[in-house]
Each structure stands twice: as structure tokens, then as C-alpha cells.
């Protein structure tokens, strides 16, 4: 019988905090490989530790058969730029010493890069160390990424992060990217890359009950997840509010949490915008709840190069659930809205364009919406099924660890 393949996922976020890369360990494992994950303590998106856990130098713990290595993380960051800053140093060093420790034996690393380029280099480190093939699972687009959080880009800010991204990307013997515009913007710095695209899947499906969250009555809109600056949920209240005023039977809800939250909600009550609820943060298991009683999911995003090439995991719940999208932003997930017709789409830097959008939405209610929603379907079967995804993952890691 031949050895089960063994890999080491290196990642920022897992289990409890809720990532589709908990999904991919949880189905590796079940499927027959040998997979332990080197993370931090858990604390996003609050940014202070989850119950239950000690921010210690290093734990260890078990879950769905997988060994979780921890090691100490920085918190506070959700409003402070200088702890975010830390916390991303503080992994690539805390994370580079636990690698070193734990990865070697490991057939394979794999990275799942959401945020911080800079969380990839523990794993680097260690393959070049100890010869193991690095595969990266790129969530997140550098530089564009840093830029849009409003990094003053400078001639030798520029020259670090290509010597990192060429760092990182070089010593990848795959790199996989969730959309596809990120490939062209990695063979920017590593020409000639092996980049191949694996879309995120649907993490919030429809569990078959039938519960709805009771929203407001009237015709509801819905922006689920993190509530932070990239997000542009305040050109959306400003949006909302041109729109209600002249339909009142329209309604927003915004059900997360994040570091802008509280902004919106003082914009909203300083505008006396009506119709706007704030939820707060809900676990994935309840979130289908909202999904069903909603009438349009949004997903927005700011104006930004590297936003616009960005498809939120967000977009694909959304699908699952057969929802007209209402894309307030450019680039891919506009195109993808347009192209397949499965909602309307507005300039995220207009206010009176998303207003617009909103009044479209509300006067093509009656019967209007139903072609979004079936192309909605269509395009979720195709594009983003779960198992096929899963699947073609599993093989191109095992096909890459050396001897198999």
C-alpha cells in the first residue's frame, strides 16, 4: 500500500476563523493524504484571539484528523495600521522558525495567500532548505494589493516588493491563482511561471431548510462579509440614500464586521438614512438564512488596478444561492456580471450610478430578475463547481512531490 502524500498547508487564517482553505484541508484529509497545517493563533477578523485559545510561542491541536502547529500573533491590528504591519512581520519570522522546525519529512507545502505576500515566505524558506516543492495558492494580488490600501507608491517601496514577490513567486514550483488576471500580472515580475487558475467555490451554500431571516419588509439588498476600507460600503450608503429617497420601499443590509463599521455607522445616522440595518457578524452556518431572504446580493470593491482584477469569495456564495448581483466595481467581477447576465453593475466612485442601480434593480422586480437568477445558476455549474475544483487541486500537488 503506498504512503499517504504529505502536506504542509502554511496559511494566515484556519479553522475556527472561517477560510475556504478549511474546506480543502478538511477534503484533502478525508480523501487519503497525510495534512497538517503552521498558522497563528486564531483572531480575525476581531483582531484579539478566539475563546478557548492562549497566544502562546507555539501549540499544537488536532482537528478533522490534521495536526494544527500554531505560534504567537500579533493582535489589535483591526484598527491600527502599525499592528497590522507587525502582525505580517511577525508571521514571516515566528512562521519561518516553526517551519524550520516542522516542515521537514513533508512531501509538499502548500500556501493558501490571502492578504500579506509576506506570509509565504516561511514555506519558501523552508523548501529551498530542505528540497520539499512549494505550491502557492494566491488569493491576493502584489503590489496592487498594498497600493490600494493607500501605500504612497514610491521608487524604493516598488523595489522591495518586486524583490519580494520575485522572491516568493520564483521559488514556487506552481503558483495558482483564484482569478485570473493575476497570472498576468505575476508574469510581470516571474516570466515564464507556471500560473494556473483555480477559482474559489461557493463556502455559504444553501443547506436545504428553509429558514429566512426576517428583514425588513420591503425589497432588500444585502452586502455580506468583511466590512473594511477595500470594500467602498461608504459610496454605497451614499448611494442607498439618493435611491430611498425616492423609494422607501427599498431596503439595505450590511451583515458583517470589520474595521470600517463603525464609520458607516455613524454615516448613517448623521445622513438619517433610512432602511440601513447593521447585523454584525454572523457565522457561516447562519448565513443562509440572510441569503434567502434577500432580493439582491452586492458585492462592491474600490476603484483600484489590483482590486479590479479581484473576484471576492463572496461572488461565488452569492451564486449559490441563485441571487441577482449588483457589482459595485470594475473589472472582473464587472465583466463576469455583464457578460453572463446575472445582475447589474455601477461606477463604484458614483454615488448617483449605484443610486441609479438600486432604482434598476427595484423596477425590474416584477419577473425582471428571474434571467438573473438562471444564468446565475448556469454559471455556478460550470465555472465553480466544489468538487471538480477540489479535485483538480489534489492532483496537480500530487502529481508535483518528487518520486510519485
Not at 443590509?253 to 458607516?264: A, P, R
Not at 482584477?309 to 456564495?317: R, T
Request: glycine share 8%; hydrophobic share 45%; net charge neutral.
Amino acid at each position: 500500500m503506498p504512503e499517504k502524500l504529505k502536506v504542509l498547508i502554511v496559511t494566515e487564517r484556519f479553522y475556527p476563523e472561517e477560510f475556504i482553505v478549511n474546506d480543502l484541508a478538511a477534503e484533502w484529509t478525508a480523501g487519503g493524504m497525510a495534512v497538517d497545517v503552521l498558522t497563528q493563533a486564531p483572531s480575525y477578523p476581531a483582531g484579539r484571539l478566539f475563546p478557548g485559545y492562549a497566544n502562546s510561542f507555539f501549540s499544537s491541536e488536532n482537528w478533522k484528523g490534521m495536526n494544527i502547529f500554531r505560534f504567537f500573533t500579533v493582535t489589535g491590528y483591526r484598527d491600527s495600521l502599525a499592528l497590522k504591519l507587525l502582525n505580517y512581520l511577525s508571521f514571516a519570522f515566528l512562521g519561518t522558525l516553526a517551519a524550520l522546525v516542522k516542515a521537514r519529512g513533508y512531501d509538499r507545502i502548500f500556501v493558501y495567500q490571502t492578504g500579506p505576500l509576506t506570509l509565504a515566505i516561511p514555506a519558501v524558506v523552508a523548501g529551498r532548505l530542505y528540497g520539499i516543492p512549494v505550491t502557492i495558492w494566491t488569493q491576493d494580488i502584489w503590489p496592487d494589493m498594498v497600493y490600494s490600501y493607500g501605500f504612497k507608491k514610491t521608487r524604493l517601496l516598488d523595489w522591495l516588493l518586486g524583490l519580494l514577490i520575485r522572491f516568493v513567486y520564483a521559488n514556487c514550483a506552481e503558483i495558482f491563482v483564484s482569478c485570473e488576471g493575476f497570472g498576468r500580472r505575476i508574469a510581470e515580475y516571474v516570466p515564464g511561471a507556471r500560473v494556473t487558475h483555480f477559482p474559489n467555490w461557493p463556502t455559504v451554500v444553501p443547506d436545504g431548510g428553509a429558514e429566512r431571516m426576517p428583514l425588513p419588509e420591503g425589497f432588500n439588498f444585502t452586502f455580506a462579509g468583511n466590512v473594511g476600507k477595500l470594500q467602498n460600503l461608504e459610496n454605497i450608503l451614499r448611494g442607498f440614500a439618493l435611491a430611498v429617497k425616492q423609494q422607501p420601499e427599498l431596503k439595505l443590509n450590511i451583515v458583517g464586521d470589520g474595521s470600517c463599521l463603525e464609520t458607516l455607522k455613524t454615516l448613517a445616522k448623521e445622513g438619517d438614512i433610512p432602511g440601513v440595518t447593521f447585523w454584525g457578524r454572523h457565522p457561516s452556518h447562519a448565513m443562509p438564512a440572510f441569503f434567502r431572504a434577500s432580493d439582491v446580493m452586492i458585492v462592491s470593491l474600490s476603484n483600484t488596478p489590483g482590486l479590479n482584477l479581484v473576484v471576492p469569495a463572496k461572488f461565488q456564495a452569492y451564486l449559490a444561492f441563485h441571487k441577482p448581483i449588483f457589482a459595485v466595481m470594475n473589472g472582473e467581477v464587472k465583466n463576469l456580471v455583464e457578460r453572463h447576465g446575472i445582475g447589474l453593475s455601477a461606477d463604484p466612485d458614483s454615488p448617483e450610478a449605484i443610486c441609479d442601480g438600486f432604482l434598476r434593480f427595484y423596477f425590474s422586480s416584477q419577473g425582471g430578475t428571474d434571467n438573473f437568477s438562471a444564468n446565475a445558476r448556469r454559471l455556478l455549474e460550470t465555472e465553480y463547481d466544489r468538487a471538480s475544483i477540489i479535485a483538480g487541486l489534489r492532483t496537480r500537488v500530487a502529481a508535483e512531490a518528487p518520486g510519485r
